[in-house]
Nanobody
Framework: QVQLVESGGGLVQAGGSLRLSCAAS????????MAWYRQVPGEQRDLVAR???????NYADSVKGRFTISRDNTKNTVYLQMNNLKPEDTAVYYC??????????WGQGTQVTVSS
């Protein structure tokens, strides 16, 4: 399995920006899918953004136009740029990668808190 470590979370005022990073222990070049999810206590984990192997992306309707997923293969890192943050974006954000040979890895999560 690939080990993932998220960073970049924190406390920010509404309207502010954060960039989350997800550093992988191995190469992400051949990963089939990379994604960011978020979870609020007591609720299910929801997909925020994903990028598949051909580079195409999908976003949850609630973050379209504000969040951008990207990757840097040279650094084996996936990013989530979050702009114009809203209090409802407050959650723990998780990175997920899916690859061949049964790879399906999750990071430990990073807390994002947006104050009004």
């Amino acid at each position: 399995q690939v080990q993932l470590v998220e960073s970049g979370g924190g406390l920010v005022q509404a309207g502010g920006s954060l960039r989350l990073s997800c550093a992988a222990s191995g190469s992400i070049f051949s990963m089939l899918l990379m994604a960011w999810y978020r979870q609020v206590p007591g609720e299910q984990r929801d997909l925020v953004a994903r990028m598949i192997v051909d580079g195409s992306t999908n976003y949850a309707d609630s973050v379209k136009g504000r969040f951008t997923i990207s990757r840097d293969n040279t650094k084996n890192t996936v990013y989530l740029q979050m702009n114009n943050l809203k209090p409802e974006d407050t959650a723990v954000y998780y990175c997920n990668v899916i690859g061949t040979r049964g790879i399906n890895s999750w990071g430990q999560g990073t807390q994002v808190t947006v104050s009004s």
